[in-house]
């Protein structure tokens, strides 16, 4: 069982920036994924970004590359995600996943960007 906890949503105006963690705990492996989705209101999941722990090769949604970017602290078993030069385009429910969305997420942050 892997248990996900994320935290650092929150309300900022358009081009601010936002990081969000998320710790993860239990059976976790360093081939499988980390990595975050989103969902707004009424809209399709989408996929935002993963790592793995084993190789730092980080993979983006095509609407996040260039302003977002994860790293994880081994160390801690923990992921951020850095989101930089939000828009107001960003604001959903970010969720934070192990090996793939359907697996196992975590409760969800939300992020709110105001225009």
């Known amino acids: 069982q892997v248990q996900l906890v994320e935290s650092g949503g929150g309300l900022v105006q358009a081009g601010e920036s936002l990081r969000l963690s998320c710790a993860a705990s239990?059976?976790?492996?360093?081939?499988?994924?980390l990595g975050w989705f989103r969902q707004a209101p009424g809209k399709e999941r989408e996929f935002v970004a993963n790592?793995?722990?084993?190789?730092?090769?980080?993979n983006y949604g095509d609407s996040v590359k260039g302003r977002f970017i994860i790293s994880r602290d081994s160390a801690k078993n923990t992921v951020y995600l850095q989101m930089n030069s939000l828009k107001p385009e960003d604001t959903a429910l970010y969720y934070c996943?192990?090996?793939?969305?359907?697996?196992?997420r975590g409760q969800g942050t939300q992020v709110t960007v105001s225009s």
């Open positions: 790592i793995r722990w084993s190789a730092n090769l980080p």
């Open positions: 996943y192990y090996r793939s969305p359907d697996d196992y």
């Open positions: 239990g059976r976790t492996f360093s081939s499988n994924p």
